[in-house]
Structures are given as C-alpha cells and as structure tokens.
C-alpha cells in the first residue's frame, strides 16, 4: 500500500512564510490506536479551519504524514480576496445566475468570517484589509469588466469601474480599464494555520505527525484509518483536507493540477503609496498578481503552467521569476524589485473557479475538501462551515454549490 492521497512534491525553492515567526504547533507520534469524532487528514491550511471549527464540539484528531504547515500552505501568496477566478458574469453562463450570485455572496462573507475569527481568536498574522484593483486583460477586457462591475454592483458586491484615464490619475497604471473593489485582505497563511491549530488544540485537538493514512474504511458506524505507524484511528466521521493531493479515489471531474510561481522583494521595497492598501490582478492567462506584505514586502506571483510537475524544475523557477519581474516592471516601471524569496508550487484549477467540498463517494462518514482556484483560503473558511453543518446534523445552505457535477 503507498497512502491514501496521491504523492506530490508540493513546492520548489524558499517560500517566504517558511521563515515567519509564531509556526510552533506542538505534534505528537501515534503511539496507541486512538478513537475520536472526527480525524481530519491534513494539517495545512484547510486542515486548521477544520479543526478549529470542529474542536468547539467534538473530539478531533489531526494526522499529516508532513509536519504542520509544510505542504502547499506555505506556498500561498495569501490575497484573501472574495473575487472568484472566473468573474461572476462568466460563472454565471457556466452555472446559472442563481448559484453564481449565491457563489459570489458566499466568498464574499467568508472573508468577512475569517476576518471575525482572527480578531475574535486574536490571531497574529498580519491580516490587514484591502481593496483589489482587476485590471483589464487579453481574456476579460474593458467591456466585460464594465459589465462585470454592474453585475456585482447589482447585487450589492462593492465594486467600481474605472476608465484608462481614472486608472492612470488613481493608480499610474496604463491599462483600457479596471475593477476597484472592497472587502479583501491579506496576510502571512502559515501564522494563520499555525494559530488556528494552536486555537484547536486548546479547545481538545490532538495533531499527530508525522503519521500517514494508509487506507480508510468505512462501516455504518464510522471509518476506520489504517496508517504507517501501526496504530489505527477510529473516527465517526473523516474529513480529508489534503490540498492538492486528492484522497484516491475522490473524483475531481474538471479539476487539474498545474504549477505556479511567487517571489517577494527585500523588505521596505519603495513602492506607490496606493499599493499598501490593495491587491492587484489582472483579467490575463496567464495572470500576473501582487500586493506588499507587512514589512513592506512587495510579493508578486504568476505565469501559471498547465502542468502538475513543471514548479519542480529549479532553472524554470528562474526563468519564470524573471519573466514575472520584467511585467512587473512594465506595469510598474518605478519600482525597482529586488528578489529576495522566490518559491513555486503546485496550485489546483477547477473549470468554474469553484471548489469541491463534498462526501467521498462509496464512503460513508467521509468527506473530501479541495480547494480549488485562487481562493483557496476563503474556501477553507467555507469548507469548515459546511462540512461542519453536514456534521452537527444540518445542512449549509450553499453545500450545493461545492459538490462536483452540480
């Protein structure tokens, strides 16, 4: 048996997150078989807003056959934006608009709750509110981010169109057009974790590591996890939260994994006073993304790649760094960018910038979350609410929208 999740190498190079303060999350070896309400399978990002909803009312068990926080998590550029990868207008020919309303209003409150638990937990992660500049591009230009900006304006989603001449006044940036919005944020995803699962584990969680689940069986009663330590773990319900290396067996119809690319400047980049408080990306594929970070950081990501493995390859990590920067320059000419980080990573797609938040198929007491497109943070806040509804015997009203097919 090799594992019940497919194996990825998750990232390349140095993240910038590796080296934040405050990661500390005390783990344990699995030294008995153990029994619990839930077991969550994978302690990243996901993983710690699971545990941190679930530890409030049930006994929960953690496992990562990594240490804590050391697969794709790190690899985030953390812009914890409400605005899905497919506008809502092209969301809204793929599903309805309907359920893109639904889905927009969704994310939307999601990173409202996320800036609640934060406050209320007293996180320290550099979360700090944002707005988000969209800029037009060669896939959405200055006619769809119009229509765009009316769309989400119509039902009630803070967002304004501006013309070339308004972005140029505003922003210095040279583009036919823009989305400003409000009511994103960013900040540091690995502190995040780290203080969610620290949170958990005062309320009753347990993380093990570096425990690996080997196989999962169901029965009426619950699931049985069979791992590499030789002990196993009886839960009434398993949620698997491993990022992009989907549980086997757990389809992801439309769903790919690809590669992408990060690095952040020296801290105290000089950098227009605007760009403090906003995050810029642009409607372009590939996209070139960027925002500073609290120490005056200014990180920067991009020129995805449709392919699982290519993050992998160091020289491509420097070839891709460099096309990144000379964008950056282009759309920024000012700013001088001095690499100080530079990291890539695998990144999961799915064909509506939606994520799969659903039970396993075949499996009872199981459930699969895969965070999918450039939201991932704010989905896990979501997956949290829903798999914790699903649990508590009550259902979210939006679980439709996450369950692949619909």
Same mark, same amino acid.
């Given at each position: ?8 190498? $998750? ?18 070896p ?15 990002? +996901? ?5 941190h ?5 049930? +006994?929960v ?34 599903i309805?608009?309907?359920k ?21 937990e ?8 944002k707005?988000?500049?969209y ?52 900040g ?8 969610? $699962? ?10 093990? +590591? ?23 773990v ?10 992009y290396e989907?549980p086997?067996?757990? %389809? ?7 590669s ?26 590939p ?20 392919? %699982?493995?290519?993050?992998?390859d ?7 760094c ?9 759309l920024? %000419?000012?700013?001088?960018f ?5 990291w ?5 797609? +799915?064909?509506?910038?939606? %994520?799969?938040i ?9 459930w699969?979350v ?27 009203p ?9």
């Amino acid at each position: 048996m090799t594992g019940a999740t497919i194996k990825r190498d $998750l990232r390349t190079g140095r993240s910038l997150w590796a080296d934040s303060h405050g990661l500390g999350v005390p783990v344990r070896p699995l030294k008995a078989a153990i029994s619990v309400d839930v077991a969550i399978v994978g302690a990243g990002i +996901s993983g710690a807003f699971m545990a941190h909803e679930l530890s409030r009312d049930h +006994s929960v068990a953690v496992l990562d056959r990594r240490p804590p926080l050391t697969g794709s998590t790190v690899a985030s550029t953390a812009l914890l934006q409400w605005e899905i990868d497919l506008p809502l207008t092209a969301l809204a020919d793929r599903i309805g608009m309907a359920k893109a309303k639904r889905a927009y209003l969704r994310s939307r409150s999601a990173v409202d709750d996320l800036k609640r638990i934060v406050t209320d937990e007293g996180i320290v992660c550099g979360l700090k509110d944002k707005d988000t500049l969209y800029l037009a591009g060669d896939e959405y230009g200055h006619r769809a981010l119009e229509a765009e900006a009316e769309a989400r304006a119509a039902i009630g989603l803070e967002s304004e169109y501006i013309g070339p001449e308004m972005l140029r006044e505003r922003f210095g940036i040279d583009r036919t057009g823009a989305i400003v919005s409000q009511g994103s944020a960013s900040g540091d995803p690995a502190r995040l974790a780290a203080g969610l $699962l620290r949170r958990a584990q005062a309320a009753g969680a347990k993380v093990y +590591s570096r425990v690996e689940v080997m196989q999962a069986v169901s029965d009426p009663d619950g699931v049985t996890l069979l791992t590499d330590a030789g002990h196993a773990v009886r839960a009434k319900s398993v949620v698997f939260c491993c990022g992009y290396e989907f549980p086997k067996g757990v %389809p992801t119809p439309g769903a790919k994994v690809i590669s992408t690319w990060a690095m952040a400047s020296k801290p105290r980049q000089r950098c227009p006073a605007w760009l403090r408080d906003t995050l810029v990306w642009e409607a372009s594929d590939p996209y070139l993304y960027f925002r500073m970070g609290g120490d005056g950081r200014l990180i920067v990501g991009g020129e995805d790649e449709a392919s %699982p493995d290519a993050h992998a390859d160091k020289a491509k990590l420097k070839r891709k760094c460099e096309t990144i920067a000379a964008k950056l320059k282009r759309l920024l %000419p000012e700013v001088e960018f001095e690499i100080d980080y530079s990291w890539a990573g695998a990144f999961g797609e +799915s064909s509506t910038g939606l %994520p799969s938040i659903a039970p396993v198929p075949d499996m009872d007491h199981a459930w699969a979350v895969m965070g999918f497109g450039g939201n991932g943070i704010t989905y896990s806040v979501i997956a949290s609410q829903v798999v914790s509804a699903a649990l508590r015997g009550g259902a979210d009203p939006d679980a439709d929208l996450y369950r692949p097919g619909h």
